[in-house]
């Protein structure tokens, strides 16, 4: 018996040490799922890392937050919090909304950690294609492909440091050298970044093609583009004129086209995407296998609720937005100038007004007609008055055609009870849905389109290069350039006509005009009235050109003096003030009573988590 | 052919005979015996009968009767659980019948610890043994159920969902991750004993300290949880049946307190919202509310709602359709479940107390519970195996679990029983649909829905398609809520299928005569599959052109461990010496797919296929990090004069997770004991049975909270995260890459330091008590500590950076006693307490966590406990303008709105003005098991309490204030809202806010208002049962028949305002591991677990 149990004991000694031998590896596991840095370093590696920070541009986030509150057509930031549009839908959905509409937003806002997030991690994206080129050793990235690659990453490394300058003003710049194994990370914002900014568009124009051989690629004028568009920000109208002047005279887009003023809603289109008008835009897909993410996600809410789409009646356009179209019967101009009323606001109990004077743009002095507390079955006819063409473009009223959907059901489409108008450059045509519209299932059914979004779209260069010309005194010039942007929408093939049968919307338009257009040029008013009025009239150019896309609240902001602007002390204060005052006359709980302060409400507070994180390393914003 | 089998025979019969003169040689004689109880006189079945001195030995069979061979002279020790052992001496053939008294200590018990058992006088740790009797007497589905109230220091939260697993604390919550108990099932390392029989089950001991649980190394942190099965039995065979079968009863009553479609319309006009106040159109109304006359009793709803784009002629193109009491409009009903958009739908309003959607969905439900056991042997060779069946189908509609499980526990022996070897196994088939996945405990959950849906929709609309929020005038007045029936409905084809093998097989050997050698090689075996069915939900305002889909998800697991260990035991003189050391492995690895489809010509669920639908997304598959151990431990155990005794452990564990050089943890514990009543100036107090003081001190780990590329910088690419239409068409992508996770080598677990000091105490014969007290440092808490955004999105490494502690007492006490012959009884008491405090977060010292519509509900903030609630404090309601402007504002303040506490007192309301309001953690957690028995009659009361834990009812956020979605409001906003008059609050006992569709600050935000009281006491079961006569049974070859009719939760006790206040952990919560523990407490719609149950079960033994 002893014998046959040393047996087992010299048998299971020999299996436990053999097992134990082959076993020494055991602690060796690599992750799964994901590639070593070292996979990445060929031609391929860099040209996906390239990709991936071109992605970044529709404000996807991989942070935990919500594509709307990064949104790359800044809805919230440049659309609800000037007097573009309302957050709309019910007043407590999107409850940390509200304060960013009404001016009183503090640090914490969930929202501006988001958007400050999303453009630092696409920053970052970018560095990783100029961090992996020196790593690539195998010889498939010649030094001549590796300045393009790099031109095109400091080329969008600029535009997303853009987007964190026009929102925050005072804020980090991050190029490849912080890593998290330097220990460099919290960089501070000691002021504007606004000369770094142009040096990468600078450093980007120096190695960028003029033709790209993919539609979505940056070329030469892209990067021209947006080192004018830096300078303008930075009021260097002279170093931006000539280059303005070289975007008009020879610009193409990527794909070779001359930069060209074509049909006014084809830039809202999705099918018309990458026209002429496109300096730069952010291409949207639909249908691509990703279930929607990379449609416009960052625009998902913003859709008149229970038509095509289910949801969710944010992004209303404002009561002063619809207001601003209107036109002299007689000159077709717009209705400069104010005049002092005496208004009755509601007060942020939403019960009671106060009486008020306000200083009121003359288009503002009382509201447009519109369909305001009634039901579908009250009857309502459009109102006659002559209006700038471009309106039923930007918004949607009731009895106007609105796309090929039909006739808008204005305030009956519009969620919550406050809005008559709804959003429209957004919205998709009702006949290519099954292409533009991703379909993917979900409470955003038919939400995510494939409308690009145009960062940069031609007509803004005019108009940059007109206020270049007001900062020089050349009104005549400013002038001039304005009538381009208004000349194109004299031609009637690009408004709104009216259904062929208002019961099959897709069966087709008459040439009558849905409404009283009219539009009429300058007539010599700028270099007779001075320089206050053609920028005045320059910046309503802009209000009406480039109304819910997203650039007012921006627009507004550098022409403040407050950081330079020429438009002179509290002018955006003073803009929104009157703005509330005067949206404020039909009860509106979100925007009831509050006011912006000027020298505070034109840059966002600094996100609050951001700051704790840093150390002292980041300061936060005058005023909050 | 013949001949060579007589042959053989006669071989046979030489060696027979050869055999038999070889007893007589030895002279050995058959001895026999009968071993009864001192208690019942009822025989004693499996008690071990040894001769001293020997390895020799056998069990009694079912009539406690034994025989083996024996010399005169031997010293036969008999012993078994719970009674003294006892020596005879050999004189004759037979012994007759022997006597066990009682013993009234469990002090010689044997319970199982860390690969070993130990008699619980000798363990100088902290071991909480589960009375399995005790805990049996609930009839639990799922095993850890057993647990709860029945273990000193162990919190159990259950969640009442069929199949849905519960949470397990030991010693409290202490971190913000997992801090599950790891399990050892029949000494297979596992993460929970959900699928294990409750019937199979042997014993459960809870190893607590770091003297008992160390052993475990890097996994034993958080306490471990030592499950063993039953064995067989040497003797006759014997089969028995344990069954129940029962119901299970809703809560009755309008349980969610909703008012009724009358007082909801009344509502509108208090509000002075003109968006619902279209729904109820009748001239009327407007007036009355204008005359303030407008009461529950005199509003008139409408008799239909009508809504969509197939508008009758007249009306616009998307139909935005009035509401009218107009029967005529029944003819323009249209629906098209294909082409949702054309649909136009017509639901008859539900009136009175309108629909009451929770008992549309929560109906009463049959449960049952069958298990058959067979088991048997002989000295050689046991065997036990059982099969079960568990049928529970839930209140709530189409929720169940079905489970079928068989196991197989067998044991060999050989080489006169040197030689040991065996296995334990089981395969569990289960079905569930709903409790699976915690759908319940979300806004988004069908439960949440019944309070979310309004009053006024029907259930079924005109033509019998489900009623919902589209069906009313455009806009939406009736609310974004779902059907939570027809959610639930559309569920019944629904399924997730899991199968489970878990089991060991291990061999043991006896050598040199103080050592044994074990191996033991073990697993697990998972694979989980689930599909569902999703319809067009055309009854909702939103998504109610949503196409129907389908997904197909698929996972598997395995895992094994192998430990391989050497015992050494030996006595000499005063010195009993116990030393062992051991080697351990462990891998697992697993993989995960998922596919989805939408645009089903066809849900006939036999016929939905995935490649039937357009895949809008890729299928993806998931591999899960592969992990590996590596072990080297070992343990000493040492007694002198059975009154001292010291354990020590160490272990060292390597993990794969972590980098090289910081994979190795080395873990020790020691822990010292003094049996003080062995003591001569003790031994002359007859009070005192026994009493054992006992320290330890030592560490364990918690590798948990990591995932696997930690250490790794790694790029990944996604869909949605990488790719780009760089090419310009409209459904055209470019694979793309990004950084997915920034990588830090530097990183190991985390570290327990856990001192412990108790007595265990056995009294005046009928009390025994034991009381611990500890600390429980965790330091190095893995936490993902939160970097600039100037890094980018790559997830961040989790580091070693938080720090908890926890303290507190656990006592148990039993008394038992008996009353004349036939009466006797038990009371069993368990009490837990333990205070936890965040010691060390990163800056900025806290984090919030805990989902809501508004903020975060949980501040985690160094110097508090983990979880608690952080808000607004409450301080009354704005009673007039006066007020608004002489107290400490916010933006929005009016009269009606909530006062909140100036905290910081700088004269108004900002963020800074949020403060601690509640702490979900109890101040203690109790069980009380009460057993009595006169004659054949057996009574048992189990409760179950907590006491001090604050619940936050975030149900209230939907139901109590007007500014949130439409759906279900509660009667307390009827009754209790302030109502506002020309600027004047003209109730002045209003405690809610003015019905108002715009105060989100003064109303919903998160504060003191929905913090409630979550302490209750749980009658969890009692019951009454009977034995039958075993003369009686005998007659018809039964050896024991037990029927009882047991209720289950008779009664809660608790100031609770929602349905039951034990609340399961939120999957909303549990968004990452790290964070798992973070947050609890909150109730967001849970599946109550107080429902009442009445069963009747049988217990049988042939």
């Given at each position: 018996m002893k014998r046959s149990y040393s047996k087992f004991i010299a048998l299971g000694s020999i299996a436990f040490l053999t097992l134990t031998y082959s076993c020494k590896k055991l602690l060796n596991k690599e992750p799964v799922g994901t590639l070593l840095p070292s996979v990445l370093a060929n031609k391929a590696g860099v040209d996906g890392l390239l990709i991936g920070a071109y992605s970044m541009l529709d404000g996807y986030t991989t942070t935990g937050g919500t594509s709307w509150e990064s949104s790359i057509d800044n809805w919230v930031y440049g659309g609800i919090a000037s007097d573009d549009a309302y957050k709309g839908s019910n007043t407590t959905d999107q409850p940390t909304a509200v304060p960013l509409e009404n001016h009183s937003v503090d640090a914490s806002n969930e929202y501006l950690s988001e958007k400050w997030a999303s453009c630092l991690n696409a920053i970052q994206r970018c560095n990783d294609v100029i961090r992996e080129i020196p790593l690539v050793k195998d010889g498939s990235v010649s030094a001549d492909y590796a300045k393009e690659v790099i031109a095109e990453a400091r080329f969008l490394r600029g535009v997303y440091h853009f987007e964190l300058a026009k929102m925050w003003r005072n804020v980090p710049y991050v190029d490849e050298t912080i890593t998290y194994s330097a220990g460099n990370y919290n960089v501070g914002n000691p002021g504007p970044i606004w000369?770094?900014?142009?040096?990468?568009?600078?450093?980007?124009?120096?190695?960028?093609?003029?033709?790209?051989?993919?539609?979505?690629?940056?070329?030469?004028?892209?990067?021209?583009?947006?080192?004018?568009?830096?300078?303008?920000?930075?009021?260097?109208?002279?170093?931006?004129?000539?280059?303005?002047?070289?975007?008009?005279?020879?610009?193409?887009?990527?794909?070779?086209?001359?930069?060209?003023?074509?049909?006014?809603?084809?830039?809202?289109?999705?099918?018309?995407?990458?026209?002429?008008?496109?300096?730069?835009?952010?291409?949207?897909?639909?249908?691509?296998?990703?279930?929607?993410?990379?449609?416009?996600?960052?625009?998902?809410?913003?859709?008149?609720?229970?038509?095509?789409?289910?949801?969710?009646?944010?992004?209303?356009?404002?009561?002063?937005?619809?207001?601003?179209?209107?036109?002299?019967?007689?000159?077709?101009?717009?209705?400069?100038?104010?005049?002092?009323?005496?208004?009755a606001s509601f007060n942020s109990d939403n019960k009671t007004t106060s009486t008020s004077t306000v200083n009121a743009p003359n288009y503002n002095l009382v509201n447009l007609a519109n369909d305001h507390g009634?039901?579908?079955?009250?009857?309502?006819?459009?109102?006659?008055?002559?209006?700038?063409?471009?309106?039923?473009?930007?918004?949607?009223?009731?009895?106007?055609?609105?796309?090929?959907?039909?006739?808008?059901?204005?305030?009956?489409?519009?969620?919550?009870?406050?809005?008559?108008?709804?959003?429209?450059?957004?919205?998709?045509?009702?006949?290519?849905?099954?292409?533009?519209?991703?379909?993917?299932?979900?409470?955003?059914?038919?939400?995510?389109?494939?409308?690009?979004?145009?960062?940069?779209?031609?007509?803004?260069?005019?108009?940059?290069?007109a206020e270049c010309y007001i900062d020089a005194g050349n009104f005549a010039a400013a002038e001039a350039d304005v009538n381009v942007v208004r000349a194109r929408m004299q031609n009637p093939a690009y408004w709104v006509h009216t259904y062929i049968n208002n019961a099959n919307p897709e069966g087709g338009f008459t040439n009558t005009p849905a409404a009283n257009y009219k539009i009429g040029l300058y007539t010599g008013q700028f270099a007779a009235n001075g320089k206050a009025y053609a920028l005045e009239a320059t910046i309503m150019e802009e209000k009406l050109e480039f109304g819910m896309e997203g650039h007012r609240f921006f627009d507004l902001q550098r022409q403040d003096a407050v950081y330079g602007g020429p438009a002179g002390a509290s002018f955006m204060a003073n803009t929104l003030n009157a703005y509330i005052k005067l949206d404020t006359r039909i009860s509106n709980p979100v925007l009831n009573g509050s006011s912006f302060t000027a020298a505070k409400n034109e840059l966002w507070p600094i996100p609050l988590n951001q700051i704790d994180i840093e150390a002292g390393k980041l300061k936060q914003n005058p005023g909050y | 052919?013949?001949?060579?089998?007589?042959?053989?025979?006669?071989?046979?019969?030489?060696?027979?005979?050869?055999?038999?003169?070889?007893?007589?040689?030895?002279?050995?004689?058959?001895?026999?015996?009968?071993?009864?109880?001192?208690?019942?006189?009822?025989?004693?079945?499996?008690?071990?009968?040894?001769?001293?001195?020997?390895?020799?030995?056998?069990?009694?069979?079912?009539?406690?009767?034994?025989?083996?061979?024996?010399?005169?002279?031997?010293?036969?020790?008999?012993?078994?659980?719970?009674?003294?052992?006892?020596?005879?001496?050999?004189?004759?053939?037979?012994?007759?019948?022997?006597?066990?008294?009682?013993?009234?200590?469990?002090?010689?018990?044997?319970?199982?610890?860390?690969?070993?058992?130990?008699?619980?006088?000798?363990?100088?740790?902290?071991?909480?043994?589960?009375?399995?009797?005790?805990?049996?007497?609930?009839?639990?589905?799922?095993?850890?159920?057993?647990?709860?109230?029945?273990?000193?220091?162990?919190?159990?939260?259950?969640?009442?969902?069929?199949?849905?697993?519960?949470?397990?604390?030991?010693?409290?919550?202490?971190?913000?991750?997992?801090?599950?108990?790891?399990?050892?099932?029949?000494?297979?390392?596992?993460?929970?004993?959900?699928?294990?029989?409750?019937?199979?089950?042997?014993?459960?001991?809870?190893?607590?300290?770091?003297?008992?649980?160390?052993?475990?190394?890097?996994?034993?942190?958080?306490?471990?949880?030592?499950?063993?099965?039953?064995?067989?039995?040497?003797?006759?065979?014997?089969?028995?049946?344990?069954?129940?079968?029962?119901?299970?009863?809703?809560?009755?009553?309008?349980?969610?307190?909703?008012?009724?479609?009358?007082?909801?319309?009344?509502?509108?006009?208090?509000?002075?919202?003109?968006?619902?106040?279209?729904?109820?159109?009748?001239?009327?109304?407007?007036?009355?509310?204008?005359?303030?006359?407008?009461?529950?009793?005199?509003?008139?709803?409408?008799?239909?709602?009508?809504?969509?784009?197939a508008a009758p002629a007249g009306q616009t193109t998307f139909g935005a359709a009035g509401v009218t009491s107009d029967p005529a409009i029944l003819q323009y009903y249209h629906f098209d479940a294909a082409n949702p958009q054309n649909d136009f739908l017509v639901q008859k309003f539900a009136t009175g107390q309108g629909t009451d959607w929770f008992h549309s969905v929560f109906t009463p439900a049959?449960?049952?519970?069958?298990?058959?056991?067979?088991?048997?042997?002989?000295?050689?060779?046991?065997?036990?195996?059982?099969?079960?069946?568990?049928?529970?189908?839930?209140?709530?509609?189409?929720?169940?679990?079905?489970?079928?499980?068989?196991?197989?526990?067998?044991?060999?022996?050989?080489?006169?029983?040197?030689?040991?070897?065996?296995?334990?196994?089981?395969?569990?088939?289960?079905?569930?649909?709903?409790?699976?996945?915690?759908?319940?405990?979300?806004?988004?959950?069908?439960?949440?829905?019944?309070?979310?849906?309004?009053?006024?929709?029907?259930?079924?609309?005109?033509?019998?398609?489900?009623?919902?929020?589209?069906?009313?005038?455009?806009?939406?007045?009736?609310?974004?809520?779902?059907?939570?029936?027809?959610?639930?409905?559309?569920?019944?084809?629904?399924?997730?299928?899991?199968?489970?093998?878990?089991?060991?097989?291990?061999?043991?050997?006896?050598?040199?005569?103080?050592?044994?050698?074990?191996?033991?090689?073990?697993?697990?075996?998972?694979?989980?599959?689930?599909?569902?069915?999703?319809?067009?939900?055309?009854?909702?305002?939103?998504?109610?052109?949503?196409?129907?889909?389908?997904?197909?998800?698929?996972?598997?697991?395995?895992?094994?461990?192998?430990?391989?260990?050497?015992?050494?035991?030996?006595?000499?003189?005063?010195?009993?010496?116990?030393v062992f050391a051991g080697y351990e492995q462990r891998e697992?690895?697993?993989?995960?797919?998922?596919?989805?489809?939408?645009?089903?010509?066809?849900?006939?669920?036999?016929?939905?296929?995935?490649?039937?639908?357009?895949?809008?997304?890729?299928?993806?598959?998931?591999?899960?990090?592969?992990?590996?151990?590596?072990?080297?431990?070992?343990?000493?155990?040492?007694?002198?004069?059975?009154?001292?005794?010291?354990?020590?452990?160490?272990?060292?564990?390597?993990?794969?997770?972590?980098?090289?050089?910081?994979?190795?943890?080395?873990?020790?514990?020691?822990?010292?004991?003094?049996?003080?009543?062995?003591?001569?100036?003790?031994?002359?107090?007859?009070?005192?049975?026994?009493?054992?003081?006992?320290?330890?001190?030592?560490?364990?780990?918690?590798?948990?909270?990591?995932?696997?590329?930690?250490?790794?910088?790694?790029?990944?690419?996604?869909?949605?995260?990488?790719?780009?239409?760089?090419?310009?068409?409209?459904?055209?992508?470019?694979?793309?890459?990004?950084?997915?996770?920034?990588?830090?080598?530097?990183?190991?677990?985390?570290?327990?330091?856990?001192?412990?000091?108790?007595?265990d105490a056995s009294l005046f014969n009928h009390l025994e008590i034991t009381a611990e007290w500890y600390k429980k440092s965790i330091s190095g808490l893995l936490f993902p500590l939160p970097l600039p955004a100037t890094l980018g999105g790559a997830t961040v490494p989790s580091v070693n950076v938080g720090d908890v502690q926890n303290t507190g007492l656990d006592i148990s006490a039993t008394y038992h006693a008996k009353v004349g012959n036939d009466f006797s009884f038990s009371i069993g008491a368990n009490i837990t307490t333990y205070k936890n405090k965040i010691t060390s977060i990163p800056s900025p010292g806290y984090f919030d966590f805990g989902y809501s519509r508004d903020n975060d509900i949980v501040r985690n903030?160094?110097?508090?406990?983990?979880?608690?609630?952080?808000?607004?404090?409450?301080?009354?309601?704005?009673?007039?303008?006066?007020?608004?402007?002489?107290?400490?504002?916010?933006?929005?303040?009016?009269?009606?709105?909530?006062?909140?506490?100036?905290?910081?007192?700088?004269g108004k309301i900002t963020p800074d003005d949020r403060t601690w309001i509640g702490n979900p953690n109890p101040d203690f957690t109790y069980g009380v098991n009460l057993n009595a028995s006169f004659k054949r009659f057996d009574f048992t009361m189990v409760l179950y309490g907590s006491h001090g834990n604050k619940d936050f009812n975030y149900v209230k956020y939907w139901t109590d204030f007007y500014s949130t979605f439409q759906g279900g409001k509660s009667l307390d906003m009827y009754n209790k809202a302030a109502i506002v008059s020309n600027g004047v609050v003209t109730n002045p006992s209003a405690t809610l806010p003015a019905a108002s569709f715009a105060q989100a600050m003064g109303s919903s935000t998160i504060s003191s208002y929905y913090v409630e009281s979550g302490a209750f006491l749980k009658c969890r079961v009692a019951s009454v049962g009977y034995t039958f006569d075993p003369s009686v049974l005998k007659r018809v070859g039964i050896d024991k028949l037990h029927v009882y009719v047991q209720a289950t939760n008779l009664f809660t006790i608790t100031k609770y305002t929602g349905l039951d206040p034990e609340l399961v952990p939120s999957l909303s919560n549990n968004g990452s591991g790290v964070n798992q523990s973070a947050a609890f407490g909150i109730d967001y719609g849970s599946y109550p677990n107080n429902q009442k149950q009445y069963i009747l079960g049988v217990n049988l033994t042939f």
């Open positions: 000369d770094k900014i142009e040096a990468d568009f600078t450093a980007a124009m120096a190695d960028l093609p003029k033709t790209q051989p993919q539609a979505g690629r940056a070329n030469y004028y892209a990067a021209e583009a947006f080192l004018a568009k830096a300078l303008v920000f930075d009021h260097q109208y002279s170093t931006a004129l000539p280059l303005l002047t070289d975007l008009i005279t020879n610009g193409t887009t990527s794909q070779g086209a001359k930069y060209a003023l074509g049909a006014y809603q084809d830039n809202f289109d999705a099918v018309k995407r990458n026209g002429p008008e496109s300096v730069f835009a952010c291409q949207m897909t639909a249908n691509d296998g990703s279930g929607g993410q990379n449609s416009n996600e960052g625009d998902d809410l913003n859709f008149p609720a229970g038509t095509y789409t289910g949801c969710c009646g944010f992004y209303q356009p404002s009561y002063s937005l619809a207001n601003s179209f209107k036109v002299d019967p007689v000159t077709g101009l717009p209705l400069l100038g104010t005049t002092s009323i005496s208004v009634l039901t579908a079955t009250d009857p309502f006819t459009p109102p006659s008055d002559a209006l700038d063409p471009r309106i039923d473009w930007t918004l949607g009223r009731r009895g106007i055609p609105y796309r090929d959907w039909g006739l808008c059901g204005g305030e009956t489409w519009s969620r919550g009870d406050i809005v008559p108008y709804n959003p429209t450059k957004n919205v998709f045509n009702h006949k290519d849905i099954g292409s533009t519209v991703d379909n993917a299932a979900g409470w955003a059914q038919n939400q995510g389109t494939a409308d690009n979004y145009n960062l940069i779209r031609f007509a803004a260069i005019y108009l940059w290069r | 052919m013949f001949k060579s089998l007589l042959l053989k025979g006669r071989t046979l019969c030489i060696i027979v005979l050869c055999a038999l003169s070889s007893l007589v040689v030895t002279a050995q004689t058959r001895i026999t015996g009968k071993v009864i109880g001192s208690d019942d006189k009822q025989p004693v079945i499996g008690a071990t009968v040894k001769i001293k001195g020997t390895n020799v030995g056998v069990v009694t069979d079912v009539n406690g009767a034994f025989a083996l061979n024996a010399n005169n002279g031997d010293v036969l020790v008999i012993s078994y659980i719970g009674y003294q052992a006892k020596s005879v001496t050999v004189t004759g053939a037979s012994l007759g019948t022997i006597e066990l008294a009682v013993t009234n200590s469990t002090l010689n018990e044997v319970v199982v610890t860390g690969y070993q058992t130990q008699l619980k006088k000798d363990i100088s740790g902290s071991v909480a043994t589960v009375n399995i009797a005790d805990a049996k007497k609930i009839p639990a589905t799922s095993s850890e159920q057993l647990l709860q109230g029945q273990a000193a220091g162990v919190t159990v939260i259950n969640s009442g969902a069929p199949g849905a697993q519960s949470t397990v604390f030991v010693r409290g919550v202490n971190g913000f991750g997992n801090v599950n108990p790891l399990y050892v099932i029949d000494g297979v390392q596992a993460t929970d004993m959900s699928s294990v029989n409750p019937n199979d089950i042997e014993s459960i001991s809870v190893l607590k300290d770091a003297g008992a649980a160390a052993i475990y190394g890097v996994a034993g942190g958080n306490g471990v949880i030592v499950v063993t099965t039953k064995k067989g039995k040497a003797g006759k065979a014997s089969i028995s049946y344990d069954g129940w079968y029962g119901t299970q009863r809703p809560l009755s009553g309008n349980v969610y307190n909703i008012m009724s479609p009358a007082q909801q319309a009344v509502m509108a006009f208090r509000a002075n919202d003109s968006g619902t106040q279209v729904l109820y159109p009748d001239p009327s109304n407007k007036t009355n509310a204008d005359n303030g006359t407008l009461t529950a009793s005199n509003v008139i709803i409408p008799t239909y709602g009508y809504h969509g784009p049959p449960e049952m519970q069958h298990t058959v056991t067979g088991s048997g042997g002989s000295d050689k060779s046991t065997y036990l195996f059982s099969l079960n069946y568990l049928n529970q189908q839930g209140t709530l509609l189409n929720n169940y679990e079905k489970r079928y499980q068989g196991r197989v526990n067998t044991v060999f022996s050989t080489a006169n029983n040197h030689i040991r070897f065996g296995e334990n196994g089981y395969v569990t088939y289960r079905e569930n649909n709903g409790g699976y996945n915690g759908t319940q405990q979300q806004e988004g959950g069908p439960i949440a829905y019944i309070f979310r849906e309004m009053p006024i929709i029907p259930v079924y609309d005109v033509q019998g398609n489900y009623g919902g929020g589209f069906d009313g005038p455009n806009g939406e007045p009736l609310g974004n809520g779902s059907n939570p029936f027809a959610l639930l409905d559309r569920n019944a084809t629904n399924n997730a299928h899991f199968v489970t093998v878990q089991g060991n097989i291990y061999g043991e050997v006896d050598f040199l005569k103080h050592f044994t050698a074990r191996t033991s090689f073990g697993g697990n075996l998972y694979n989980q599959y689930w599909w569902q069915i999703g319809y067009n939900t055309y009854e909702n305002f939103e998504s109610h052109t949503s196409p129907n889909n389908s997904s197909e998800n698929e996972q598997m697991s395995s895992n094994y461990n192998w430990t391989n260990t050497i015992t050494y035991k030996q006595v000499f003189g005063k010195h009993n010496v116990q697992s690895h697993g993989r995960a797919f998922s596919a989805y489809g939408q645009g089903y010509f066809s849900l006939d669920p036999n016929y939905v296929q995935l490649q039937y639908g357009t895949p809008v997304t890729a299928p993806t598959s998931t591999i899960y990090q592969p992990t590996a151990t590596e072990s080297f431990f070992g343990r000493l155990d040492y007694t002198y004069n059975d009154r001292y005794i010291l354990g020590a452990t160490i272990r060292r564990d390597g993990f794969s997770i972590f980098y090289p050089g910081y994979q190795w943890g080395t873990f020790p514990s020691v822990s010292l004991a003094w049996r003080i009543s062995q003591e001569n100036f003790l031994k002359n107090v007859s009070w005192i049975n026994d009493l054992k003081i006992r320290g330890s001190y030592g560490e364990a780990g918690n590798n948990n909270n990591i995932g696997g590329g930690n250490a790794y910088s790694t790029f990944g690419s996604g869909t949605g995260a990488s790719y780009y239409g760089i090419g310009g068409g409209l459904n055209s992508i470019t694979q793309g890459f990004y950084n997915s996770q920034i990588g830090n080598p530097k990183v190991t677990w985390e570290t327990d330091k856990i001192s412990n000091l108790g007595f903030q160094i110097g508090h406990p983990i979880g608690e609630f952080f808000g607004y404090q409450t301080a009354g309601i704005y009673q007039n303008a006066s007020q608004v402007s002489s107290l400490p504002g916010y933006s929005g303040a009016a009269p009606g709105s909530f006062i909140y506490k100036d905290v910081n007192g700088d």
